[in-house]
């Protein structure tokens, strides 16, 4: 039972961090900042990075909770 609430947790934060990656990436700031250099700023893509990290750790948990039992 723990591990499937910590599965969900994992899965609502990373799917939060990748929409606050979207929103940054879409400001003027960034924008900018991704026109003259080609990337996006530190910030987003440590959001992308978290985001994903955490999404797919939730996941995997879900499904390898489910098969062990």
């Given at each position: 039972?723990?591990?499937k609430v910590?599965?969900?947790v994992l899965l609502?934060?990373?799917i939060l961090?990748?929409?606050f990656a979207y929103q940054s990436s879409q400001s003027m700031g960034d924008q900018?900042?991704?026109a003259v250099t080609g990337r996006f700023?530190?910030?987003t893509i440590?959001?992308?990075i978290f985001g994903a990290?955490?999404?797919a750790a939730g996941v995997g948990m879900m499904l390898l909770g489910r098969s062990g039992r």
């Open positions: 039972m723990n591990n910590l599965a969900v609502v934060v990373g961090l990748l929409v900018v900042t991704e700023t530190d910030s440590w959001f992308l990290a955490a999404t």
